[in-house]
């Protein structure tokens, strides 16, 4: 059936922002990290700070030790649920998240193995030594993750430690858990996380489809395929499985889905406009739902500026200016003891009201950090 519903891409963009809890007046804000992530399902983690700070700029007034001591107390656990990347997930979600996603990546494992001239026998070998070296509610870093491997007997030189460790988590064996002096300590899975939640797979798959949608919708099917590495069997089946909890519409000729409470955002003719206000301005970190949590990211990057956010198409995304909805620039940040000096590029015409609020958002970003902004801009377009 053909979607009954038209968006603009202005519409979209719009109703996006507040899927993703960017929109300046949100009808429910989250209170807490907790309930940021609960919303996604899953948010970007590869790089730390960057992550930390996807909850910072949702939680207004929050500082980078707010959400440390949210992620000490366990209310966001940092693994590597999906596509072999690392993101933060509801602490009682990561087993059977791992165990629905994994199984495509675990089939590569193999031949990554190969590739890095580690063996099978190995690999099997690190759960169990980490699992003895973790038990009874030990913490252990990266570095002390390394030795005891080693200590055992396994290579752990060039990308064989990276592997193990990645492999123990993937299992569900170990995961990320509280932070000790700025760096994440692994700890067992099954200590860390109590009475786990355990949906049956089409439950699951359900849960995926609807968190994804209301979090990134407007979005395709593909994007969700993309962000969760599923088949397309699968993903048909997810979509499926959310039932009336989802809709479809048409935006720019394309089918996508969003949640069916989710167009409500347009029953105020002023929405739309809110999307351009100096309130709409936003400093996002590299790694963030608004860019990775999409594979066709045409509705809110231009293709020319493309090259400006992942140089070389590296896969290192750059912190991003949004305005409008969509990417305008990008912005680097060099911290001190008691300031942080923040550089701003444009990418195109930007308007004196939302560089002004380009820069309040970037102040926010050194208020989380505890530090008084020092902002400048560079290569003005």
């Not at 107390?73 to 590597?80: D, H, K, V």
Request: proline content about 6%.
């Amino acid at each position: 059936m053909a979607p009954n519903v038209t968006l603009s891409p202005a519409q979209a963009r719009a109703i996006r922002l507040n899927s993703l809890l960017l929109a300046p007046k949100l009808a429910a804000p989250p209170k807490d990290p907790a309930e940021v992530v609960s919303w996604f399902g899953a948010m970007q983690a590869q790089d730390l700070s960057s992550g930390k700070w996807s909850f910072g700029i949702r939680l207004p007034g929050s500082t980078e030790a707010d959400i440390d001591a949210a992620i000490n107390a366990g209310q966001a656990l940092r693994t590597w649920p999906m596509r072999s990347t690392v993101h933060f997930v509801p602490p009682k979600d990561a087993r059977w998240m791992l165990e629905l996603m994994g199984p495509r990546v675990l089939t590569g494992a193999a031949r990554r193995r190969a590739t890095i001239g580690l063996t099978d026998e190995d690999a099997n070998r690190a759960p169990d030594i980490l699992a003895e070296a973790l038990t009874g509610g030990r913490q252990l870093s990266r570095k002390d993750c390394i030795a005891a491997l080693s200590e055992a007997g396994l290579s752990t030189a060039g990308q064989h430690a990276y592997h193990l460790l990645w492999y123990s988590s993937q299992i569900g064996v170990t995961c990320m858990g509280p932070l000790q002096d700025g760096e994440q300590m692994f700890v067992l899975l099954d200590e860390w996380v109590d009475s786990p939640n355990s949906p049956s797979r089409e439950e699951g798959l359900a849960i995926m489809a609807l968190r994804y949608f209301r979090s990134h919708g407007p979005s395709s099917r593909a994007d969700f395929a993309g962000w969760t590495g599923l088949t397309a069997a699968d993903t048909k089946l997810a979509i499926a499985g959310a039932g009336a909890d989802l809709v479809e519409v048409s935006v720019s000729g394309a089918p996508m889905y969003l949640a069916a409470d989710a167009l409500a955002v347009l029953d105020d003719p002023a929405t739309v406009r809110t999307t351009t206000s100096t309130a709409a301005a936003r400093a996002l970190p590299g790694f963030d739902e608004f860019l990775l949590g999409i594979k066709d990211r045409s509705l809110v990057l231009e293709p020319e500026h493309k090259q400006a956010i992942i140089p070389g198409n590296n896969g290192i995304f750059q912190p991003t200016l949004v305005t409008g909805g969509k990417v305008t620039g990008t912005w680097r940040r060099k911290v001190s003891k008691t300031t942080v000096k923040l550089t701003a590029t444009t990418l195109t015409d930007v308007p004196a009201s939302q560089r002004k609020g380009l820069e309040g958002s970037l102040r926010s970003f050194a208020a989380y950090l505890g530090r008084t902004a020092e902002i400048s801009w560079a290569g003005d377009y």
